[in-house]
């Protein structure tokens, strides 16, 4: 069974911090890369941040370098993403994706090549 269901999203004045987190269940897959992606009213979805099965490997968008911080806990199958030193720019509904056949060791910032993905949380950011 495949699900992913996110949740944390709300309201949060620019320069604040929020959490959100993703419950997944991909059974009966192992070694997956997991990730946030998110999309603006009226752009492009964009990917945010991944990280590999072991947690060793992460990758961030520029965009978020430095202020975002992606986890995981298989043992929880938990994915979280802390969000510091928000911007108004931050605003968008946030989707965690799992890549269940990664190709490279370092998870991929192509929502191609990502298999599932949850129905999002909105994150909103006021100036």
């Known amino acids: 069974q495949v699900q992913l269901v996110e949740s944390g999203g709300g309201l949060v004045q620019a320069g604040g911090s929020l959490r959100i987190s993703c419950v997944f269940s991909?059974?009966?897959?192992?070694?997956?890369?997991m990730g946030w992606f998110r999309q603006a009213p009226g752009k492009e979805r964009e990917f945010v941040a991944g990280?590999?099965?072991?947690?060793?490997?992460?990758k961030y968008a520029d965009s978020v370098q430095g202020r975002f911080t992606i986890s995981r806990d298989n043992a929880e199958k938990t994915l979280w993403l802390q969000m510091n030193s928000l911007k108004p720019e931050d605003t968008a509904v946030y989707s965690c994706a799992a890549d269940l056949f990664p190709r490279n060791f370092y998870p991929t910032a192509n929502a191609n090549e990502w298999d599932y993905w949850g129905q999002g949380t909105q994150v909103t950011v006021s100036s």
């Open positions: 991909l059974r009966p897959f192992t070694n997956y890369h």
């Open positions: 990280i590999n099965w072991s947690g060793a490997s992460t």
